[in-house]
């Protein structure tokens, strides 16, 4: 289904139901070009429509205080339907099948065959001719512009997201590390020796053997895959062309390594049924020393642990190297999710919400997202910002809410918390320094065909599930094989294969990414 | 409805005579039974609206829709769909677990709450029995969510209710939910669980409406409680459990989605994925519309196909059908 794993992570996905109406614009067109960032607008307000995905379990309102300074600054009127992560998927494609879509449209994968298939009819505007006007989007990082390009051109304005800090990958319990006498791990090999000692070396001292190394669903574990084939993302680039990771060689060594790990004990003996929030209360709750999280869950479980445990510390590894000691660590396009803009919105209108987009991008406007409002949400303290109590009765949230429109610029999202204590948010910036220098790219990234759409996600499944099986023993290595060689030789696998290369030859030619 | 399309067959001569007697006889009905049909509007305009007017979007499994050309511009692709599915592994795959999942509901789920109901109608106590009846009801209340909530919570390894008691008696932990062998047993459970209690309802009703008079003669004739159940009690209901019979198998595609995605996991999805899942899945998730549209319209076709069968059946062995 997706290619990229997704930043952060959901709880038991159960559809809600959920209302789509979204209300229909009585389009007022005033457009604004008024100065930059802070405004000085006059006018009616433009009204903009959008339906985003938010993460937050309690979404803001239009009679949000930020909300209405959001408004006031940008000189709009927001229609905004919050969409819980959980469904979002359903949700769009529910929009896109109906034809409804808002004005603003917020896609959380650009490489999905619906957005692809739409794009290719004409059903979205070019913006590529109209970027140039709006100075915050091209202080953008150019790899977020470059890798959000579809067939050479801007269809989307990419929702910034900083390079390294997202993904699945391993976060560490530093305070056990410590008491076992233990280097932080640098290679599979360190790691299964430390994952070994939190299971049995009774890192809580309290006499018994309670604690394992790391808690995680069969997702925690594709770093695993990554750090062993040495590439970012599903596939794997040899010799100029890119072959999926789940058929490579190394994907069966890297199986057999999470097996190792399952047949002694040192990961959740469920496996195949957690989720996200039973990982968590794990870490939470002092029974696991490692967990596979994006960055940003290393304050909240570590100040969670700390109401009880003032010494606790969850610490995100900054890299994982392989017997080549090529290192690794998950690296998003720069980028997490998109805007597109039907054609039915009048060209006018466009400018007012690339406008609108736009002043997310300042500092100012971003930081009021984010932050909230100087003063009442927040303080400015050796130039890092402190919030309030306020800032939690207010719904504010650094990525979330209000946040879910323009994430914070730069690496804050990352590495920075709400509440978050010095010593973990200089550690984050550590990490987040090395991380810079070691993560590999996903050579697919943007490359997308008609058979991958069709028969891929079935293709992966299988294997998918395969390797839940033979982790939990109930079939074999051998059959694996053979599942594997099956597939090689399956048609839709090689026209898969066959098309996305060309796929990714084209794209080559376009953008100049190479190897 | 009914009564237009007969006039097709009427000679083009008489047409006109028959159809004015024709339309003054439907006329003076609808007058006759104003109020009754002004009580079945909602009822049919709710039909209409929601289930009739629908039809004309399976058209979409014989296209490549695309919402932006519509349905009436979308390319028009025949059988493809259905060829891709049919020759699809997959395809037999959930063919076997939906038979497998119904069939095991026919023969554990379906003949439960009939014996259930009989055990109840035995029982002399009122008090006791009503509230028997009141706590077998409840958990048909509960949503899926809930009762799948219970099962990880009673099932799975590391702190489930069942596995910690292995533990203490000394027996190695068992990971249920990860069994593909006994994953159907576990969904026939589930389902008896929260819906036997509920299905007592009727045949309780059916039961009630058995003449005491038979049962006193019989008791009279020295016949016991087993003799009166199997020779008075279930022959006189037998008619209710046909139809309900009837009606189930014609839903035998239908395993119930949200059940089997609520407890579905990696390890099991060999013997879980369904049509239900499958049509969510490539659907709803991938956005393939016409291709999920497709394996949905080959499913209601068999669904429909397998209720007329057990209705002809049913007459057949000189049974009450359904229609």
Not at chain 1, 447 to 468: C, E, H, Q
Not at chain 2, 137 to 166: C, D, K, R
Not at chain 2, 217 to 228: E, L, N
Not at chain 2, 279 to 302: D, E, N, P, W
Request: aromatic share 12%; net charge neutral.
């Amino acid at each position: 289904m997706k290619r990229r794993t997704r930043l952060t992570h959901l709880t038991l996905a159960v559809p809600l139901a959920f209302s789509l109406v979204l209300t229909a614009c009585g389009g007022s067109d005033s457009a604004s070009n008024q100065g930059e960032g802070e405004s000085k607008t006059s006018g009616k307000p433009t009204e903009i429509t959008t339906a985003i995905m938010n993460y937050e379990a309690d979404m803001v309102g239009e009679d949000n205080v930020v909300w209405k300074e959001l408004e006031k600054r940008t000189n709009t009127k927001l229609k905004i339907t919050w969409i819980p992560e959980a469904s979002f998927d359903e949700k769009l494609n529910v929009m896109l099948a109906s034809g409804d879509l808002p004005e603003l449209t917020y896609v959380e994968s650009i490489d999905t065959p619906q957005i692809r298939s739409l794009i290719s009819q004409g059903v979205f505007w070019d913006l590529t001719p109209f970027i140039k006007d709006y100075p915050n989007m091209n202080k953008l990082p150019k790899e977020t512009w470059s890798n959000s390009k579809i067939d050479g051109k801007q269809y989307v304005i990419p929702r910034y997201y900083p390079i390294v800090g997202g993904g699945l990958f391993p976060i560490l319990r530093q305070d056990w590390l410590d008491k076992l006498g233990l280097k932080t791990p640098e290679s599979l090999d360190d790691l299964y020796q430390v994952l070994k000692a939190f299971t049995e070396g009774d890192p809580d001292g309290n006499g018994n053997k309670d604690t394992i190394g790391m808690a995680g669903y069969l997702g925690s574990f594709n770093f695993i895959f990554n750090v062993m084939n040495e590439t970012g993302g599903a596939w794997k680039l040899r010799d100029g062309s890119i072959y999926p990771l789940i058929t490579e060689d190394k994907s069966r060594e890297a199986l057999l390594y999470v097996k190792k790990l399952y047949d002694e004990g040192l990961i959740s003996p469920d496996l195949a049924i957690l989720k996200l929030n039973q990982v968590l209360e794990a870490v939470k709750g002092n029974k696991a020393g490692a967990a596979s999280l994006s960055m940003a869950y290393s304050w909240e479980v570590t100040g969670e642990l700390r109401k009880t445990l003032p010494n606790a510390e969850f610490r995100a590894l900054p890299y994982l190297k392989s017997t080549n000691d090529v290192k690794y660590v998950p690296a998003t396009g720069g980028f997490y999710g998109a805007y597109l803009i039907p054609k039915k919105v009048s060209e006018s209108k466009v400018k007012s919400i690339l406008k609108f987009l736009d002043y997310g991008y300042s500092q100012e406007v971003n930081d009021l997202a984010n932050y909230g409002i100087k003063g009442v949400h927040y303080n400015e303290e050796n130039g890092r910002k402190i919030s309030t109590e306020q800032a939690n009765k207010d719904l504010v949230k650094v990525g979330g809410n209000l946040g879910s429109i323009w994430r914070p610029l730069g690496f804050a999202q990352v590495i920075d918390s709400v509440g978050i204590a010095n010593d973990v948010y200089e550690q984050n910036k550590k990490t987040i320094d090395e991380r810079l220098k070691s993560y590999l790219k996903d050579p697919a990234l943007g490359v997308v065909s008609d058979a991958y759409n069709k028969f891929w996600p079935d293709i992966d499944k299988k294997v998918t599930d395969f390797r839940v099986k033979v982790i939990l023993g109930q079939e074999s290595i051998d059959a694996y094989d053979q599942l594997i060689a099956k597939i090689k030789e399956d048609a839709n696998y090689k026209k898969v294969v066959e098309e996305m290369n060309a796929a990714y030859k084209q794209r080559v030619a376009e953008n100049g990414l190479g190897e | 409805m009914n009564t237009k399309d007969g006039n097709a067959s009427v000679p083009i001569l008489e047409a006109h005579t028959t159809k004015r007697s024709l339309h003054r006889g439907v006329w003076s009905d609808l007058k006759r039974d104003k109020y009754l049909y002004v009580l079945g509007l909602p009822g049919i305009i709710y039909f209409l609206l929601f289930k009739y007017i629908p039809f004309s979007g399976l058209i979409i499994a014989f296209e490549n829709y695309s919402p932006y050309l519509g349905i009436l511009k979308s390319q028009w692709v025949g059988f493809e769909h259905f060829q891709r599915f049919f020759s699809n592994d997959d395809f037999y795959l959930l063919l076997r677990n939906t038979l497998a999942i119904s069939l095991l509901n026919l023969l554990f789920f379906f003949p439960f709450p009939i014996i259930l109901s009989l055990l109840l109608n035995e029982v002399r106590n009122s008090v006791y029995k009503r509230v028997i009846q009141s706590i077998v009801y409840i958990p048909h209340f509960f949503s899926w969510v809930i009762i799948a909530g219970l099962t990880y919570l009673m099932l799975s390894q590391s702190e489930g209710l069942v596995n910690e008691l292995l533990e203490v008696l000394g027996m190695a932990k068992i990971g249920f939910l990860t069994n593909s062998n006994s994953f159907w047993m576990m969904l026939t459970a589930q389902s008896m669980w929260k819906e036997a209690g509920w299905g007592t309802i009727i045949f309780l009703a059916a039961i009630a409406g058995v003449d005491p008079q038979l049962s006193e003669a019989a008791t009279v004739d020295g016949a016991g409680r087993f003799r009166k159940m199997w020779h008075i009690t279930l022959p006189a209901i037998r008619n209710i459990i046909m139809i309900l019979l009837i009606l189930q198998l014609g839903s035998i595609m239908d395993t119930g989605f949200e059940q089997v995605y609520l407890m579905t996991n990696g390890a099991v999805s060999e013997v879980s994925d369904v049509f239900d899942t499958y049509v969510y899945r490539s659907g709803i998730q991938q956005g393939q519309f016409s291709y999920s549209t497709a394996v949905g319209l080959f499913k209601s076709v068999v669904g429909v196909a397998l209720i007329c069968m057990a209705n002809f059946l049913a007459k057949r062995f000189g049974q009450e059908g359904v229609f």
